[in-house]
């Protein structure tokens, strides 16, 4: 899989050109009838998080024409839009997105009839309509609102809900049934062969994630129970913690989000670090930023070897192979044993799901 993503973006991009080139030469009468053969042909579902594009196909018949907005090079917390992009998202039969909570700059686009969000907000809906937990979020339904006033969880400067979901596998699954409602209203009641397609391709989805699920548990098992902490720059982690039983710490909940570190600042994040016997502390980057390495020369706890991802794909691979990467660097960091091998089936399962 070598790139995909940006393929796709760039195939969307130039047809988009050649759409407004060529009417220009045929005069205007023809403009509207050939622009709208050509979009009711190329209409797309656009993706916007490159995760969730990686989930959008990996549920989506093939004969679904998914667009990815965002590359996986970029940082979607601070994406910002083109004009062109924005003009793309108009032309959409759907968008998908995590939400403004992940990716602030699809604020403008929540409300908008052909956008459907699967993040936290849209996640927490269900959850409050299935059980009772979390009594104290009122009023998820709207964003706008949450955006703003939405204070819990705050490790990022937007605010809002923790976004980083997927970190369970279980909400991957709740994000899939969202995705598969709203793919299934794109597909004619007559369309049979494709619905069958989607409800396969559905029940795959979620047999691998249960056997993700099933082997992270597995490989969480063997680090000692004394050293189950993930320490790390922000909190993106602590669906996964809640999820398999590990304590999160954000260093950015003690250092706050200013960049002037005051030296009393540092000696609390040093004795909660040594009051928590951690091992080591997680970089979220390649190269780790400066930060991560002045707290680890400082507290002599050794950075980890390999950074995780907490928001998103990595450079390569998909969905499972970066829980995958994620789950073995935690694991073996910590002096547990990842079995890489045994996972190798479910990532390639997913990658066969998400081929065109
Ligand atoms: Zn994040």
Redesign the pocket.
């Known amino acids: 899989m070598s790139n995909p993503l940006g393929f796709s973006f760039y195939k969307r991009t130039f047809l988009n050109r050649s759409i407004l080139v060529s009417p220009l030469l045929v005069g205007v009468v023809f403009i509207s009838g050939s622009n709208q053969d050509l979009h009711a042909k190329e209409k797309s579902i656009i993706a916007i998080e490159p995760l969730v594009c990686d989930v959008v196909k990996a549920i989506s018949p093939p004969s679904r024409k998914i667009t990815c907005l965002i590359n996986r090079s970029e940082n979607v ?1 601070n994406f910002r839009m083109s004009p062109k992009q924005a003009q793309m998202l108009s032309n959409a039969s759907q968008i998908i997105t995590l939400g403004p909570e ?1 990716t602030p700059a699809m604020k403008k686009w929540v409300g908008n009839p052909i956008t459907l969000l699967i993040g936290a907000s849209a996640i927490k809906i269900e959850k409050n309509a299935h059980n009772k937990e979390n009594g104290h979020h009122q009023d998820h339904g709207n964003m706008n609102s949450a955006g703003i006033n939405g204070q819990n969880h705050d ?2 400067s937007h605010g809002g809900l923790d ?2 979901i997927w970190h369970n596998p279980q909400n991957i699954i709740k994000m899939g049934k969202l995705i598969s409602e709203g793919v299934k209203k794109t597909i004619s009641v007559f369309d049979r062969s494709n619905r069958k397609i989607l409800e396969k391709k559905s029940e795959s989805f979620e047999s691998i994630l249960l056997g993700l699920e099933h082997w992270t548990k597995q490989q969480i098992s063997t680090i000692p129970t004394s050293q189950r902490t993930i320490v790390s720059k ?1 909190n ?1 982690m602590k669906y996964y913690g809640d999820a398999f039983g590990l304590k999160t710490v954000s260093l950015l909940d003690f250092l706050g989000h200013s960049s002037s570190l005051r030296p009393k600042t540092i000696s609390s994040v040093l004795s909660k670090l040594k009051e928590e016997n951690i091992k080591v502390i997680f970089p979220e980057q390649k190269p780790s930023s400066k930060l991560m390495r002045n707290i680890s020369k400082q507290s002599s706890i050794p950075l980890s070897s390999k950074p995780i991802y ?2 998103g794909l990595m450079p390569t691979g998909n969905t499972i192979s970066v829980a995958i990467h994620n789950t073995c660097t935690i694991v073996n960091s910590l002096g547990g044993l990842c079995e890489k091998d045994t996972a190798k089936s479910l990532e390639d399962q997913w990658r066969l799901l998400t081929l065109p």
């Open positions: 917390h992940m490790h990022h976004p980083h922000h993106g907490v928001d």
